[in-house]
């Protein structure tokens, strides 16, 4: 018992929040065994007398055993529990090393449960009487000797009689009813708590308990307790400085309950009948009712319902059985031999109790009035933080300061680049003005000296002419995206903030004010800028052509001109995914990032004059984050709407192509007469030559063969297959032909990373995929394994054998069984082969090289991943 004082609390232990302070809290909870001792009664004046014999002893404080136990016996002949008391035994030892500890925890707010339980007459209520005593007099000992703390005892008293529970000291209320309450468990309405003056008080009101307990005499007991009897003592407490300096006063409350059960008890022995004989059949229900719950719970492995709500005992003692409560259980049992069977049962029931764990914590209360005026104290906070601005749009502080950096930043930019491109207007200007003008001495040597050679003059305005216009169409790129991203997060934090104060709400309009202020003078400078473009290009005379390279790698909305990025930003509503992040980030998926390395060198004027885009991108990052999910959702929805539209429109060059059948009469693109595809054998033929064809096409494309695999599987000569067919078999001509052209087109600078629809680009895949397999089969079950390698004539010891076995799949075209046996290897190492599983819909029929098609899609679920769009 012990170490169990590690759960007495520390004083002025706080609360865990202000949504549970005031009901009670949870502090510093511990698991902790149900205490269980066991208590052998002497042998009573009427054992004796008939002559009967003490067959239990207790040989030490821990075990109780059987003396007469027969050799063959089911049953232990000890029984070992926390504490054993003999017959020798004082109900003052009793309490003290079995009860007390936990009676004294629920002074420190913890809820404690001592319990009698034993077979009736075996001295349940004689232990119970000394235990209360006992408790009593050592609770008033401590809150005496308790200075710091004021403690307040209410007292209660029930009997749970034939299932009817009734107030021992309001007894003409009647059948009280029980309640369940969220945080406090059952109680029990209506139950009358009467607050304790003192000692002497509550020795009083237990004896008024006492005096309505139903007793009645048996053959066993001259006076037996006929129900079970529950005295709950209320402590509760609360430090006498009141407070503990942070303005939370620490209340503490718990229950101590004293419970005395009646007995169990058989017909047989007490002899009852009429009243007794039911009120033992009561008795009897509500123990096996205990005891099944006991069981149950100390056999917590087996997860499953505890039957707490079948008896009022057990619904009423709910929290102490394996519940936020320490509970100590003494076991009574006479040692006469008369009893044996039922002493065992006791024994039984102590054994199984030792192994319920409950989980007790300090119970901490503030009052409504404390909680008032904390409640009080956190609205005053919060509305002193509302009233400062800097306080409480501290957020908007910041996002105005950015603001305000970012427009410093493209004003200095744009004055930067009016500045350039005045200075070589001005320059051209005088040039084109008054040729004669450049010849003196000082204007020609000026242009010279900034130049460096006058003969290339003209080709350098040129250059400094397409820079400023790269250096516009930046600016203006840069500044619409941050203007965007700005305005995205004014509108995020006002939608956030709809409930603040009236303040921030002005605040925040006039912010958006400024905004739109700032996008209308961006746009008027813009147009001023590129009314100078316009003017500078036609000065340029020469056009100047962004390489076709470039134009290629860069996306529509970087690398145009600003009008239509900005058209792309204008349509897009503030907060719809496609905002400037996601903008910007269908470009990083779908195209070449704009890095140095992609994007022609533009002297050193992006480096300094232009706005950091990756600074920005950091900036808005945090505001952009939450939208990310909503544009992948947008994305993948598109996928798969483009997936769909794919497939329609693949149906749809199906019908074409059976027009165009129709049309011709039969005869197919190489001039020969089809069977009819009406007739079942005119269509089997069909079938089996576009069949091979397809396999043939499969190789000299070198198609994936998880692809070919699933293909071959699922199209097996239906006649509904025919428009499948057709369009797998235009797909593979496709291919070949792109692949045909592209190694034509290929030049010796060009990689196969460079042309993904190249021949090279496919065998490289397909490598990467038979690998992928090989890997793969070690999964699969070793006998499996070899049973393939064995079939496949590959040598067990062998290196390698697993890839030296998909090398081998898939390889002859023309050998029908051959590719059987490959298609089932491949299906049964992927796993994805359950006839009927997979829908032709689903299948892949995408006009995509298949060395672009991410190869290692298993399943036939999603369409955008197997159309790889
Ligand atoms: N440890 C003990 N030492 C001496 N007498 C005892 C002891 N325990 C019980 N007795 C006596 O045995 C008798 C039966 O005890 P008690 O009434 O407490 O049994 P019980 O288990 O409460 O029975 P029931 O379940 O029928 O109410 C009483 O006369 C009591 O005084």
Not at 241 to 249: A, H, L, M, S
Request: aromatic share 4%.
């Amino acid at each position: 018992m012990g170490e169990k004082n590690a759960l007495t609390p520390r004083s002025g232990e706080k609360a865990g929040g202000i949504g549970i302070l005031s009901t009670p809290g949870k502090c510093r909870s511990k698991e902790e065994k149900i205490f269980v001792t066991v208590r052998v009664r002497p042998m009573s004046s009427r054992e004796i007398a008939q002559r009967d014999t003490a067959d239990w002893e207790c040989p030490d404080d821990h075990t109780v055993s059987y003396k007469q136990q027969p050799d063959r016996s089911p049953y232990p002949a000890r029984y070992s529990f926390d504490r054993v008391f003999g017959p020798e035994s004082s109900t003052k030892v009793v309490y003290e090393e079995g009860a007390k500890d936990v009676a004294l925890s629920a002074l420190s707010g913890i809820n404690s449960t001592i319990f009698a339980y034993g077979q009736t007459s075996s001295g349940k209520t004689f232990t119970m009487r000394g235990v209360i005593e006992n408790a009593i007099v050592d609770i008033y000992d401590a809150i005496e000797k308790n200075h710091q703390r004021e403690y307040i005892l209410k007292i209660a008293g029930l009997e749970i009689y034939n299932e009817v529970v009734r107030d021992l000291l309001n007894p003409d209320t009647g059948a009280l009813r029980l309640l369940d309450d969220p945080e406090r468990g059952t109680i029990v309405e209506k139950l009358t708590d009467t607050i304790v003056r003192d000692c002497k008080h509550l020795r009083q009101v237990l004896s008024i308990c006492e005096a309505q307990r139903q007793v009645g005499e048996t053959m066993l007991n001259d006076a037996s307790s006929r129900s079970h009897q529950i005295i709950r003592l209320t402590v509760e407490s609360i430090p006498r400085e009141n407070g503990n300096g942070n303005g939370t006063v620490n209340s503490m409350v718990a229950t101590l309950n004293f419970v005395d059960l009646a007995g169990s008890e058989r017909a047989s022995q007490t002899l009852s009948d009429g009243t007794r004989l039911k009120e033992g059949c009561h008795i009897n229900r509500s123990l096996l009712t205990l005891s099944t719950v006991i069981r149950k719970l100390s056999n917590r492995t087996k997860s499953g319902h505890i039957p707490y709500r079948d008896s009022k005992l057990t619904r009423i003692l709910q929290l102490s059985l394996g519940g936020n409560a320490r509970t100590a259980i003494i076991c009574t049992m006479s040692p006469a031999r008369a009893h044996v069977e039922q002493s065992r049962n006791t024994l039984a029931f102590a054994t199984r109790a030792k192994e319920v764990t409950n989980n007790a914590h300090v119970n901490l209360v503030v009052s409504d009035k404390d909680l008032v005026k904390q409640l009080q104290k956190e609205v005053a906070r919060l509305e002193a933080e509302l009233r400062i601005p800097e306080a409480a749009l501290s957020s908007d502080a910041l996002l105005h300061q950015k603001e305000q950096q970012i427009q410093k930043e493209l004003i200095r930019q744009r004055d930067a680049a009016k500045t350039q491109l005045n200075e070589v207007l001005a320059k051209m200007g005088d040039e084109q003005r008054d040729p004669k003008e450049l010849c003196t001495p000082t204007k020609k040597q000026l242009l010279v000296d900034e130049l460096g050679c006058p003969s290339k003059a003209p080709f350098m305005l040129i250059q400094e002419i397409r820079k400023l216009e790269k250096l516009q169409d930046e600016l203006g790129e840069d500044a619409s995206r941050a203007l965007e991203a700005l305005q995205k997060e004014v509108e995020c934090l006002r939608l956030a903030q709809v409930d603040m104060n009236q303040d921030a709400v002005q605040t925040i309009t006039k912010l958006q004010e400024e905004i739109k202020n700032l996008h209308v003078q961006h746009r008027k400078d813009e147009n001023e800028i590129e009314v100078q473009t316009s003017v500078s290009t036609d000065v340029s005379s020469p056009k100047l052509k962004t390489p076709t390279r470039r134009r290629k790698l860069l996306p529509s909305t970087m690398g145009s001109t600003t009008s239509s990025s900005r058209q792309l930003f204008a349509n897009s509503p503030p907060c719809s995914p496609k905002t400037t992040r996601s903008a910007l980030q269908e470009n990083n998926e779908n195209n070449p990032p704009r890095s140095s390395e992609n994007t022609p060198p533009s002297g050193g004027h992006r480096r300094s004059n232009s706005v950091d885009i990756r600074k920005m991108q950091n900036m808005f990052k945090t505001a952009a984050e939450d939208n990310i999910k909503s544009i992948r959702a947008y994305v993948t929805e598109l996928k798969e709407r483009v997936a769909k539209l794919q497939y329609q429109k693949q149906l749809l060059v199906c019908q074409v192509l059976e027009l165009e059948s129709n049309n011709t009469g039969g005869e197919n693109e190489y001039g020969e007469m089809t069977p009819s595809l009406h007739s079942p054998s005119g269509w089997r033929l069909q079938f089996e030559k576009q069949r091979m064809q397809i396999i043939e096409l499969w190789d000299v494309c070198q198609v994936s063969i998880i692809h070919r695999t699933q293909f071959y599987l699922l199209f097996r000569g239906d006649p509904a297959d025919a428009m499948y067919m057709e369009v797998e078999f235009r797909r593979l001509l496709w291919l070949q032909e792109q692949f045909a052209k592209n190694d034509q087109n290929q030049g010796p600078g060009v990689t196969d990373e460079d042309n993904i629809s190249s021949y090279a680009a496919s065998v490289k895949a397909l490598r990467r995929e038979r690998e992928m397999l090989a890997k793969r089969m070690r999964r699969m079950p070793p006998e499996m394994k070899d049973e393939l390698l064995v079939k496949w004539e590959i040598p067990l010891e062998s290196k390698q054998r697993k890839l030296q076995l998909i090398e081998k799949l898939w390889t002859d075209a023309r050998d029908m069984q051959h590719i059987q046996d490959s298609a089932e290897v491949v299906a049964m190492i992927v796993g994805f082969w359950e006839p009927g599983s997979a829908s032709k819909e689903m299948f892949a029929l995408n006009f995509a090289p298949p060395s672009s098609q991410k190869p290692f899609h298993f399943g036939w679920n999603s369409i955008s991943t197997m159309l790889n769009l």
